[in-house]
């Protein structure tokens, strides 16, 4: 079971906004190398889901680990642009998130991760107690809010940036 059910909805609240600004999106897309990966080129799971689709011209930047800057071009793309802050949404909160967000903040980036825009599942600690999806969500933002990013509900950041 996962958390945030309505996230690619708030996900593309942000994406029609920052287009409606001219503002820069870059897309990135787990292209897993494990045989057995739902994120492997030709998986359902590799493919973006319609209403997060991007638009043509909108860069993809494909990734092979759970950081969408190990291996990329993202840190150059962004710094050659000249942004110094970044927004973040997407899946999964306690894996690709979380990591790409920690390299965010250890590189200087101003960073955001949108709370409501992105979602986890259950999962079993290590001490073999289950965790809800909620739960395991909660505990990354609260791993990252502040020292790596701020943390913030997609209505929120859509205010401030209106």
Excluded at 98 to 127: H, K, P, Q
Aim: charged share 20%; net charge negative; proline share 6%.
């Amino acid at each position: 079971m996962r958390n945030n059910p309505s996230a690619e909805q708030r996900i593309a609240l942000l994406l029609a906004r920052w287009r409606r600004m001219g503002w820069p999106i870059w897309h990135v897309r787990h292209d897993s190398t494990e045989p057995r990966s739902h994120y492997r080129p030709g998986q359902s799971g590799n493919d973006f889901k319609p209403e997060v689709a991007p638009l043509p011209g909108e860069p993809i930047i494909p990734k092979r680990t759970n950081s969408a800057f190990i291996g990329t071009e993202l840190e150059s793309r962004l710094r050659t642009a000249g942004h110094g802050a970044l927004v973040v949404v997407g899946v999964v909160t306690n894996n690709s998130v979380e990591s790409t967000v920690r390299m965010a903040g250890n590189l200087g980036f101003s960073t955001y991760l949108v709370a409501d825009g992105c979602f986890t599942f259950g999962r079993i600690d290590w001490d073999g107690t289950a965790r809800s999806a909620e739960e395991v969500h909660a505990m990354s933002l609260a791993n990252l809010d502040g020292e790596y990013c701020t943390v913030i509900a997609a209505a929120s950041l859509l205010d401030e940036v209106s």
